[in-house]
């Protein structure tokens, strides 16, 4: 990729951190802000693969970590644990299936915020009714997300193969 890609690329989770953290945080049917930012690192796993998977997910995790009060570190190491994990996928599995992004966000937001439970149990950052937790935002924020998820996807992706006439190209610039 070209330094401009990256720009564009940190420019868009710059967007989705701002909306997150503003707009979406006033305007949170039932309670619940969908996670765009996770939504972002999870898709650019799923196209680019674990390493930038891994990349995003610290830096945009740790924009997240910046913008908080909570412990810093913890979001920036979750969403790097969970961009890696995702973008292990990368090569096996068929881009343009638009149910890929919707069943990988259900997964990747259950994964992130089990691992953000328990770090923050773990460093007594708060105390958890896990089943609570799991029943009244976990899953529904799982669904909110998976049910956006196409949408940004669809969009990555679309920008992604306009940047690149071949699969091969992307290894090399």
């Not at 305007?27 to 930012?37: E, K």
């Not at 890929?100 to 439970?117: G, I, S, W």
Request: overall charge positive.
């Amino acid at each position: 990729m070209r330094k401009f890609d990256y720009a564009v690329l940190f420019l868009m989770i710059l967007t989705c951190l701002v909306l997150q953290s503003t707009f979406l945080a006033s305007f949170a049917p039932f309670g619940l802000i969908p996670d765009l930012v996770l939504i972002m690192v999870v898709c650019l796993a799923l196209i680019r693969g674990s390493w930038e998977g891994a990349v995003w997910g610290f830096v945009a995790g740790l924009g997240l970590d910046m913008i908080s009060s909570g412990f810093l570190g913890f979001h920036a190491l979750t969403k790097m644990v969970v961009g890696f994990f995702f973008g292990l996928v990368e090569e096996k599995v068929f881009k343009d299936n638009l149910l890929l992004p919707a069943v990988a966000l259900f997964a990747a937001t259950l994964a992130h915020e089990l691992l953000f439970l328990a770090l923050a149990v773990f460093y007594r950052q708060m105390e958890v009714d896990f089943f609570s937790a799991l029943r009244g935002i976990i899953l529904p924020l799982s669904l909110y997300n998976a049910l956006l998820a196409p949408f940004v996807y669809v969009r990555l992706l679309g920008w992604y193969q306009s940047r690149f006439r071949y699969p091969g190209e992307r290894k090399g610039t």
